[in-house]
Each structure stands twice: as structure tokens, then as C-alpha cells.
């Protein structure tokens, strides 16, 4: 429910905002993120700010959603849960 | 002359793109970016993507830009040099 379907460039886009306390922890997450997508093999967007992360998944390729991006995108939540 | 002003949400901000080879990479340097942010007290949106950094500067305290995002984005341009 927190993930919203977003349309960017003409792609839809998944896209979840996760807030942090500070700058820090925030880019840790992109890192934990990071390394997730390299374990995928797949890519997001990553936004770091002071105290949020702005994560974007979608498949180029497809100019769209794919299953995995739903998948990734669950693999994130759970990544902010697990911190 | 990298550096593009931008208008985003009313506030004139400092905007660079940093190509990569991968994702690694350009994560690799969004850490150094984001290790110069603590250093500086003074903190970028840092969006990561596959072989991109696209770095923005700007102070939201006084809504657009102050000498300081200048001098972190030549800062920023002497970390992708010396990667």
C-alpha cells in the first residue's frame, strides 16, 4: 500500500518514499538497496536526501512493470523492516 | 560549466550529472558525495540510477542557493576527479 504506481517519462513506475532520522542512515539504506539490486541484477532509482530514500523500481527494457519489479519492490520493504 | 541552475519547487538549486560505467560505481561515488555532505554539515539530494549520479545542491533554509552549494559542488567536481 505504500508503494504508488507513478508515470515517468511514459513508464509506469513503482515508487516508495522511506523516511530516516538523518543523512546517514538514510544513505545506508541506499546502500542496503544497492546491494540488493546487484544481487537482482536488477536497477532502481535511488533518491538519497536528508532523511529519506525515494526508491524507484521499473523495467526499462520493458517500458513498463514487470513482475519483478513487484517482487524488488517487496524485497525493499522488507530491507527497511529488517533495519 | 557541468553544473546546471535549476528551478525545483519554487527554490534554485545547483544540478550535476555524473556518468559511471555501472551501478557499482556511480554508488561508489554517491558514498563519497554523501561522506563530503557530513563533512560539510550541508546535504545534497544524491539520485543514484545504472551509471549515473545526478548531484543537486541548494539551501532550503533560505530557498535557493548560497556561496556554500557552490563551493560543495567544485568539491564534488574534485571527488569524480580524483575517483
Redesign the interface.
Request: zero cysteines.
Given at each position: 500500500p505504500d508503494w504508488k504506481q507513478v508515470e515517468e517519462d511514459g513508464e509506469e513506475k513503482l515508487q516508495r518514499q522511506f523516511k530516516f532520522a538523518n543523512?546517514?542512515e538514510a544513505?545506508a539504506f541506499?546502500?542496503r538497496v544497492?546491494d540488493l539490486?546487484?544481487d537482482e541484477g536488477h536497477?532502481p532509482?535511488?533518491?538519497?536526501?536528508?532523511g529519506k530514500v525515494t526508491v524507484t523500481w521499473w523495467t526499462h527494457k520493458i517500458g513498463g512493470l514487470h513482475r519483478n519489479d513487484f517482487i524488488c519492490a517487496a524485497k525493499t520493504d522488507a530491507l527497511f523492516e529488517e533495519r
Open positions: 543523512f546517514a544513505l541506499t546502500n544497492g539490486a546487484e536497477h532509482a535511488l533518491l538519497t536526501e536528508y
